[in-house]
């Protein structure tokens, strides 16, 4: 149904927004929703679960409008660099909605990295210039949850931890 498909969009869309925002650093404030505490801030958190070992690196991150504004854009640059080449992989992202006083799944996304980007991903210079779409249909709320990239031999390259609020203009 449409309905469905535009929540797997939404969840996609955070999903991009959430791996962008974890690549940057963090904000020194809190974030709270039921238990949960984040580094972030106005408008949600993440914390890194990435590995020291990870060929990943990045120097800088803009990302604009924090809170996340439902029905426009959320446009996000960045600059960083790749130590390694990888030839391929997996993106998985899990995904919760506060509601009612607790969290309730979402459904959850495993993709490969090649029919996300153009594989080799080459090592040198990486380079983000994204505008994600937020779809009008979306709820107003809190969303949390996990992205995790791996690598063909499973070794992590992004894992971040992450907490947001999307507001109705």
Excluded: H
């Excluded at 962008?20 to 890194?48: E, T």
């Excluded at 210039?129 to 390259?157: E, H």
């Amino acid at each position: 149904t449409n309905e469905l498909k535009m929540s797997s969009r939404l969840i996609l869309s955070l999903g991009v927004l959430a791996t962008l925002l974890a690549l940057s650093s963090a904000i020194p404030m809190n974030y709270k929703i039921g238990a949960q505490i984040l580094p972030g801030g106005n408008g949600g958190g993440y914390k890194f679960c990435t590995p020291a070992t990870s060929p990943l690196s990045i120097t800088n991150m803009t990302i604009s409008p924090v809170p996340i504004v439902i029905g426009k854009n959320v446009a996000i640059q960045g600059q960083g660099t790749l130590a390694s080449t990888i030839t391929g992989g997996n993106i998985q992202l899990t995904a919760s909605y506060y509601i009612g006083g607790s969290w309730q799944p979402l459904p959850s996304f495993n993709f490969d990295l090649c029919t996300v980007t153009t594989c080799p991903v080459n090592a040198g210079p990486a380079v983000i210039n994204q505008n994600i779409p937020i779809p009008s249909i979306s709820p107003a709320g809190f969303y949390k949850g996990q992205l995790t990239f791996t690598d063909k031999s499973n070794n992590v390259i992004l894992c971040a931890i992450w907490q947001y609020e999307l507001v109705r203009n």
